[in-house]
C-alpha cells in the first residue's frame, strides 16, 4: 500500500522468513533430543487391575530388565557383574530409604526377575516393590490395596 510517496511507507506484508527460520531450528532440535530422551530403560510393564498409584520419583532406586535381560539402574544401563556393586553404593548414599522398586519387561522369564531380586536383596534392599501398569480400564479397588506397596 502506498499513500503517495515512497518516504516512510509502511509495508503491509507479514515477513515469514524469520518465523520459518525459528520454526526449522526447533524441528532440528527436537528431532536430535527426542531418541536421545527414549534412549534407556525401555520394558513393557506387566498390567495389573488392583494397583496403588505412585508417580515416577528419580530419587528412587529403580533395578529396571528390558526383555533382552539387560540391566539399568536408574534408568542407566549397566553391566550385569557391575549391578550388585551400583545398588549397594546407591542404598549406602541412603541408609533411610533401602527400596528397591524393580521394573522388568513382561515378557521376561520369571527366573531373571527372582535373580534381579536376588542382587537386590544382597544389595541391601529392605523393601522391594514390583512395578507394574494399569489394566487399561480397570478401576482401582481402594479397599483391596490398603498397604503401602500392593
Same mark, same amino acid.
Given at each position: 500500500?502506498? @499513500? ?5 511507507? @509502511? ?22 533430543? $527426542? ?7 525401555? +520394558? $513393557?510393564?506387566? @498390567? ?13 532406586? @529403580? ?17 550385569p557383574e557391575m549391578v550388585m556393586g551400583i545398588l549397594q553404593a546407591a542404598f549406602n548414599e541412603r541408609p533411610q530409604d533401602k ?35 494399569? $489394566?487399561?480400564? +480397570? ?12
Amino acid at each position: 500500500m502506498q @499513500t503517495g510517496s515512497n518516504e516512510g511507507a @509502511t509495508m503491509a506484508d507479514i515477513n515469514v522468513t524469520p518465523l520459518v527460520d525459528v520454526m526449522l531450528v526447533l524441528l532440528i532440535i527436537f528431532m536430535i533430543v $527426542t531418541p536421545a530422551l527414549l534412549a534407556g530403560f525401555q +520394558a $513393557t510393564l506387566p @498390567t495389573g487391575i488392583n494397583l496403588k498409584e505412585r508417580p515416577d520419583d528419580d530419587k528412587r532406586v @529403580t533395578l529396571g530388565i528390558d526383555r533382552l535381560g539387560n540391566y539399568y539402574v536408574n534408568r542407566k544401563p549397566v553391566p550385569p557383574e557391575m549391578v550388585m556393586g551400583i545398588l549397594q553404593a546407591a542404598f549406602n548414599e541412603r541408609p533411610q530409604d533401602k527400596v528397591l522398586f524393580v521394573k522388568a519387561d513382561s515378557q521376561l522369564p520369571y527366573s531373571a526377575v527372582l535373580k534381579a531380586m536376588e542382587i537386590g536383596r544382597d544389595a541391601g534392599a529392605r523393601v522391594m516393590a514390583a512395578v507394574s501398569e494399569r $489394566t487399561p480400564g +480397570a478401576k482401582s479397588n481402594s479397599k483391596a490395596c490398603q498397604g503401602e506397596f500392593c
